[in-house]
C-alpha cells in the first residue's frame, strides 16, 4: 500500500517538485568506469554475496533472519539490538555482515543455509539475481546483432544515437494533430535551442537532486527519426554495463509483438518473450529494479482507453492485451517497475498528461546533419558534395532529409542516378525520387543482358507484385495501418516468395521475434508513394468510391472525379495523414515522375495529359477556402510544387526576398507564403513583411507566421488588435515603427507568460508607454527564455524603469536590454543599480539618451563593482560630468568583465578622461572604450596614451572630436610604438594638423597591431593626405586609414 502511494504522488503532477535552477543534476552523457573485483577462491559467502544481501534484504526477511539466528545461537541478544538500531535497513544489514564476518566459519554457514533454504523472493533474488542478470544480457545482446544483420535500409546506418534526446514539456498541437512531414517542415527537423538536453545514462534519472525518478517516460518522434534505433541502442549500451546499471532487467517489447496477442497475464507476457526467466515473479516485484519497454505505440492496432479499461492489479490475472498496456501506463499493474513509451507524436497525445512523468523528443537531422551523414556514406567520388548541391537547390527534398531514415532512401537514390544518368537527370520533387527509388529497387540484384523473354517475364511479376503493394498500402493508410501480418499479405494477393525478390525486399521490411512475424514499408511515405500510385492506375478503370474496400458505394467515373474524391478527404481528415498521398497523386499527373515506373505500371496513351487541369483545380482552391490559411491549404501548395506547376510559389518567394510584398498578398499568394516559410530556411529565418501587412492578411497568415525564426513587421501601422494576433511561438518579433500602445504591450506580455519559443523581441518606435512598460515587466518575471528586449524610444520614465528592474532581480534568462532615448531618470538609474547587484544573467544594456546624470551613473557604477556578468554598458548622452566618471572608473579597477564602455557625447572633460585613463592601467577585460566628444583635450590624450603603454587588452579606442592637437597626437603615436593590443584608433576631428598626423604616420613602422586608423577632418589637407596616407600604407599596410 505504500509503494502505491509513493507512485501516485509521482503520477500526480500537482506534487511534483518545480524545476530548481540551483538543483539541477548534469543531465548530459558522463562516462562510467566499472571497476573490476577479483574474487578469490577462498572467499566468504558472505563477502561474495554482500551487495545482493544489502540491496534484497527487506525488513521481515531481516526479522526472521535475525530470530533464526539468535535461535541458535549465532548471535547474541546484545548483537541484535546493535543490528536493529543500526538506522536504515542497509545499515541494519551491513552490521548484521560485519558480526557475522567476525566470528568463525561456521556461522558464516549458517546464514548461507538459512537463505538458502528460503523459499521468498528475497532469498531467490541473492542467490540468483547477477546469474539471471547475466543471462538475460547475453539473449538481448544475441537479438541486438540478430536485428543489426536484418536490417537493410535503416536508421541502424545512422549515427542518430550520437545526439541525445530533448527534454520537452508535453506535445506540441503541430505534433498531436498534423502529419510527420508537416512536424519536420514546420520546425525545421525539431531543433529547438532552448530544450535541455538529456543523455542516454540519464534517461532512467532524476531531473534534479530532490525529485523523483520517473515512473513512465514517453519519447516522441515522427516516422523514421530513430525511436526503435534508440532502444535497440540503449539495450546494447545496457547490456554491456554501460548505462544505468542500477537496472537489473531490461524487458524490451514492441507492440508489434503485442498484436499477436489477445488475452494473458503480465507474468505470461514475460514468460512468452523471455522463456529463460522462469520466475517472472522476482523481475516484476519491486524487489529489484526493472525497465519495461513499449516500442512503436502507433503500430498497435488496438485501442488503449484509460477512462474505461477494468483495473487490475494481479500480475497474474489474464486480461485483453490493451487493458494489460493500460493498467501498467496506470500503474495498477507493475507498480514498481519503470516503464519508457515510444510513439509518433500523434498516437502518443493519446496517453493522458497526468500519466507520464517524463518527455522526452528526437530531434531530426539538422542542415548540418545531414552533410555529415553524407560525408560519412558517400565520400566515393565526391558523391556528397553533389548530392548536397542538389538538396541545396531543392529545397522540398532537403525538408524529406531531415528525417534520418529518409536522408537514406533520397541520398542513396540520387548517387544510384549519379552512377547512370547525367546530373540534369536528377529527381526535383520527391514524387519523382520515389518513382525512381521503386524503380531501383526492382533493378537492384537482377542480372543485366537477360533474353528480351525472360524480361519481360521478370517485369510482368514486378508489375502484379507492385500493385498488390500498392493495394495494401492504400487500405493500410486508409486504416492507419502501418504493420501486417503473413494473413495480409496473402489477403491482397502478395505471396511470401514475391516479396524475397529484389523488389519486395527493398520496400518491405520483415519484423519478426520469438513471439511474432510482421512486415512494413521502409517508411511511412513509401507506403504513402505506393498508396498513390495504386489510386492513379485504380481510378482510370474504377466505378466505384475507391475510399470504400467493398463495392457498394456511389458510382464515380473517371479520372477527374477519383482526383477530387481523394482531394476532398484529404481536406477533411484533421490529423494530416492523406496529405503526403495527395502530394504524390498530384505528382504523378506530371510524365516526368511516371518515366522511372514505366516497368512497373501499365501506363496509357493520356497519361500526362491531366497536369493543366489539376493545375487549374488547385489554384482554384488555393484562392477559395476560410479566411485563415490551415495547414491542409497550405498542402495545396506542395501540391503544385510536386505538379511541377511553380510559377506562383517562385513568384511569391521572390517578392519576399526583395521585400515587395506590400498589396500584393491575397488569399492565393498567403498559402504560397505559409508553404515557403516551411521549406525555405532563408526564408522562415528572415521573412520581411515591412508595410505588407493589417489585420486582416495577419489573422489570414498567423498560423503560418508561428514557424517564422526572424519576423520584420515594420511599417505597417499595426493597432492593439494585431498584438493580440501575434503574441505566439515566434523565436524572433520585430515590430518596431508601428503604432503600438499599453494594450497592445500587454497583449504580447499575456503570451510571454506562457511562451517557450521566442528569443528577441523588438518593440523599438513605438507606443508602450509605462503602463505597457509595467506589463511586460511582469511576463519577464515568469519566461525565463526571452534573451533579448528591445524598447528604444517607447516614452519610458522611472515608473516603468522601477518595474522593469524589479523584474531584472527575479530573470535569469535576459542577456540584452536595449531602453535607448527614454525619460529614465535618477530613481530609475538607482533601481537599475539595485537590481544589477542581484542579476547576474543580464550581459549588455543600453540607456543612451536618458536623463541618468552624475547621481544615476554613480548609483550603476556602485554596482558595476561587484556584477560580475554585465559586459557592455551604453551611457551615451546622459548629463554625465567628472565625478560620474570618477566612480565609473573606480568600478573598472575592480570588474572583470566589462567588455564595451560607451560614454560619448558626455562633458566628463579632460579630468573624467584622466580617471578613465588610470583605470585602464590595471582593468584587464575592456575591449572597447567609446569617447567621442567628450573634452578630452590634450591632458587627457596625454593620460590615455600613458596608459596604452601598459594596457595590453583594450582593441578599439574612439576619441573623435576631442581637440587632442598636436601634442595629444604625439603622446598617442609614443604609445603605438609599444602597444601591442589597440587595433583600431579613431581621431577623426582632433585639429591634428600635418605635424600630428605625421607623428602618427611614422609610430606605424614599429610592431603594432593597429587594422584602423581614422585621421579625417584633421586639416591636413588633401596633398598632405595622399603624403600621410601613402606613409601609412608603406610602414603599415595591413592597417586600413580614412584620411
Known amino acids: 500500500m505504500e509503494k502505491k502511494t509513493h507512485y501516485d504522488s509521482i503520477m500526480d503532477r500537482s506534487k511534483r517538485i518545480m524545476w530548481q535552477d540551483d538543483c539541477y543534476v548534469d543531465l548530459q552523457s558522463t562516462s562510467s568506469s566499472q571497476s573490476s573485483h577479483t574474487v578469490t577462491k577462498d572467499i566468504s559467502w558472505i563477502n561474495k554475496h554482500q551487495d545482493q544481501l544489502q540491496r534484497f534484504i527487506t525488513s521481515p526477511f531481516l526479522e526472521g533472519m535475525l530470530t533464526h539466528l539468535k535461535k541458535v545461537g549465532v548471535l547474541s541478544s546484545a548483537e541484535e539490538t546493535r543490528i536493529l538500531k543500526a538506522g536504515q535497513i542497509q545499515d541494519q544489514v551491513n552490521t548484521l555482515t560485519t558480526i557475522i564476518s567476525g566470528k568463525d566459519a561456521q556461522s558464516s554457514d549458517t546464514l548461507r543455509d538459512f ?153 505470461r507476457l514475460v514468460k512468452l518473450a523471455f522463456p529463460h526467466l522462469t520466475e517472472p515473479s522476482l523481475v516484476l516485484g519491486g524487489s529489484c529494479r526493472t525497465l519495461l519497454i513499449l516500442d512503436g505505440l502507433d503500430e498497435f492496432h488496438c485501442t488503449l482507453n484509460f477512462s474505461d479499461a477494468a483495473p487490475c492489479s494481479d500480475t497474474k490475472k489474464e486480461v485483453s492485451i490493451e487493458d494489460l498496456v493500460t493498467n501498467i501506463i496506470r500503474g495498477n499493474l507493475l507498480p514498481d517497475v519503470a516503464v519508457w513509451v515510444t510513439s509518433r507524436p500523434g498516437v502518443a497525445s493519446l496517453i493522458p498528461g497526468g500519466l507520464v512523468d517524463r518527455v522526452t523528443e528526437i530531434p531530426g537531422f539538422s542542415p548540418a546533419d545531414i552533410q555529415i551523414f553524407l560525408d560519412h556514406h558517400f ?176 458510382p464515380k467515373i473517371g479520372f477527374q472525379n477519383h482526383f477530387r474524391n481523394a482531394f476532398q478527404h484529404s481536406q477533411q481528415a484533421e490529423d494530416g495523414h492523406l496529405d503526403v498521398f495527395v502530394r504524390f497523386l498530384t505528382g504523378l499527373l506530371c510524365p516526368v515522375a511516371l518515366k522511372p515506373l514505366a516497368g512497373l505500371l501499365t501506363l496509357g496513351k493520356d497519361d500526362g495529359n491531366q497536369k493543366p487541369w489539376a493545375a487549374g483545380f488547385l489554384q482554384s482552391h488555393l484562392a477559395g477556402g476560410g479566411c485563415v490559411v490551415s495547414l491542409r491549404a497550405v498542402n495545396l501548395a506542395y501540391c503544385l510544387q510536386e505538379l511541377q506547376h511553380t510559377e506562383l510559389l517562385r513568384s511569391v518567394e521572390e517578392d519576399l526576398r526583395l521585400g515587395s510584398l506590400a498589396g500584393k498578398l491575397s488569399r492565393a499568394q498567403c498559402v504560397v507564403l505559409g508553404y515557403l516559410l516551411h521549406v525555405s530556411p532563408e526564408c522562415s529565418e528572415q521573412t520581411n513583411l515591412t508595410g505588407s501587412l493589417n489585420y486582416t492578411t495577419v489573422k489570414c497568415l498567423l498560423p503560418q507566421l508561428l514557424y517564422c525564426s526572424h519576423l520584420r513587421l515594420e511599417n505597417n501601422h499595426f493597432k492593439d488588435d494585431v498584438m493580440e494576433l501575434l503574441g505566439s511561438l515566434l523565436s524572433l518579433l520585430t515590430t518596431q515603427k508601428n503604432l503600438i500602445g499599453a494594450g497592445g504591450a500587454k497583449r504580447i506580455a499575456e503570451a510571454l507568460k506562457t511562451n517557450r519559443t521566442l528569443t528577441k523581441l523588438i518593440l523599438c518606435s513605438n507606443q508602450l508607454g509605462d503602463k505597457g512598460t509595467v506589463a511586460l515587466a511582469e511576463a519577464l518575471t515568469i519566461n525565463q527564455t526571452l534573451l533579448s528586449l528591445q524598447l528604444q524610444s517607447n516614452s519610458i520614465s522611472n515608473r516603468g524603469m522601477t518595474a522593469l528592474t524589479k523584474a531584472l532581480r527575479l530573470n535569469h534568462g535576459l542577456v540584452s536590454l536595449n531602453l535607448r532615448e527614454n525619460s529614465i531618470g535618477v530613481e530609475g538609474a538607482k533601481n537599475m543599480a539595485h537590481a544589477l547587484q542581484e542579476n547576474n544573467s543580464l550581459q549588455n544594456l543600453d540607456l543612451t539618451a536618458n536623463l541618468l546624470h552624475d547621481e544615476g551613473v554613480q548609483a550603476i557604477a556602485g554596482a558595476i563593482k561587484v556584477n560580475q556578468a554585465l559586459t557592455s554598458l551604453h551611457l551615451q548622452w546622459n548629463f554625465i560630468k567628472s565625478s560620474a566618471t570618477k566612480a565609473l572608473a573606480q568600478a573598472l579597477r575592480s570588474n572583470t568583465t566589462m567588455q564595451l564602455l560607451d560614454l560619448q557625447e558626455n562633458a566628463i572633460g579632460n579630468e573624467g578622461v584622466i580617471f578613465l585613463a588610470e583605470a585602464l592601467k590595471t582593468n584587464s577585460s575592456l575591449h572597447t572604450l567609446c569617447l567621442q566628444g567628450v573634452s578630452a583635450g590634450t591632458s587627457g590624450a596625454v593620460a590615455m596614451a600613458k596608459s596604452l603603454m601598459t594596457n595590453q587588452t583594450l582593441q578599439t579606442l574612439d576619441l573623435r572630436g576631442n581637440a587632442v592637437g598636436m601634442e595629444g597626437a604625439k603622446a598617442l603615436a609614443n604609445a603605438l610604438k609599444s602597444n601591442r593590443s589597440l587595433k583600431s584608433l579613431n581621431l577623426q576631428e582632433n585639429s591634428l594638423g600635418m605635424d600630428g598626423a605625421i607623428f602618427i604616420a611614422t609610430a606605424l613602422k614599429g610592431n603594432h597591431q593597429l587594422t584602423y586608423i581614422n585621421l579625417q577632418g584633421n586639416g591636413i589637407g588633401e596633398s598632405g593626405a595622399k603624403v600621410i596616407s601613402d606613409a601609412i600604407r608603406t610602414n603599415a599596410p595591413g592597417c586600413m586609414v580614412d584620411i
Open 379 to 554: 565520400s566515393e567520388m565526391d558523391y556528397a558534395s553533389k548530392i548536397w548541391a542538389h538538396l541545396r537547390s531543392h529545397k522540398i527534398l532537403m525538408v524529406m532529409c531531415y528525417i534520418p531514415s529518409i536522408c537514406w532512401i533520397v541520398a542513396d537514390t540520387l548517387m544510384y542516378i549519379m552512377q547512370s544518368e547525367t546530373q540534369e537527370n536528377l529527381p526535383r520533387t520527391c514524387t519523382e525520387l520515389y518513382a525512381h527509388f521503386c524503380s531501383m529497387r526492382a533493378e537492384v540484384g537482377e542480372p543485366r543482358g537477360r533474353e528480351s523473354v525472360k524480361m519481360e517475364q521478370l517485369h510482368g511479376s514486378n508489375r502484379k507484385l507492385f500493385g498488390n503493394l500498392g493495394r495494401l498500402a492504400f487500405y493500410g493508410l486508409l486504416k492507419h495501418k502501418y504493420t501486417f501480418s503473413e494473413q495480409d499479405l496473402r489477403a491482397y494477393g502478395i505471396d511470401l516468395l514475391s516479396i524475397q525478390s529484389s523488389l519486395g525486399s527493398g520496400v518491405l521490411v520483415r519484423e519478426e521475434s520469438t513471439m511474432y512475424t510482421a512486415y512494413r514499408f521502409t517508411h511511412l511515405t513509401l507506403q504513402e508513394f505506393l498508396a498513390a500510385t495504386f489510386y492513379y492506375v485504380s481510378s482510370k478503370r474504377a466505378i466505384f468510391d475507391l475510399f470504400s474496400e467493398s463495392t457498394m458505394s456511389w
Open 115 to 267: 537463505v538458502e533454504k528460503s523459499d521468498c523472493p528475497e532469498a531467490q533474488l541473492i542467490l540468483n539475481h547477477d546469474s539471471m542478470v547475466e543471462a538475460h544480457k547475453g539473449v538481448l545482446l544475441r537479438r541486438y546483432e540478430q536485428h543489426r544483420d536484418r536490417d537493410s535500409i535503416s536508421c541502424s546506418k545512422l549515427d542518430i544515437t550520437s545526439r541525445p534526446l530533448l527534454l520537452v514539456d508535453g506535445l506540441s498541437d503541430l505534433q498531436q494533430k498534423e502529419h510527420d512531414l508537416m512536424q519536420v517542415g514546420a520546425t525545421r527537423g525539431g531543433k529547438r535551442n532552448h530544450l535541455r538536453q538529456l543523455g542516454l545514462d540519464k534517461l532512467l534519472e532524476p531531473l534534479t537532486r530532490v525529485s523523483l525518478p520517473p515512473r513512465v517516460s514517453l519519447t516522441a518522434g515522427v516516422a523514421g527519426i530513430g525511436k526503435t534505433t534508440w532502444v535497440r541502442h540503449f539495450i546494447k549500451k545496457w547490456s554491456q554495463g554501460s548505462v544505468c546499471t542500477d537496472v537489473s532487467f531490461v524487458l524490451p517489447f514492441t507492440f508489434c509483438e503485442l498484436n499477436s496477442l489477445e488475452k494473458l497475464s503480465a507474468e
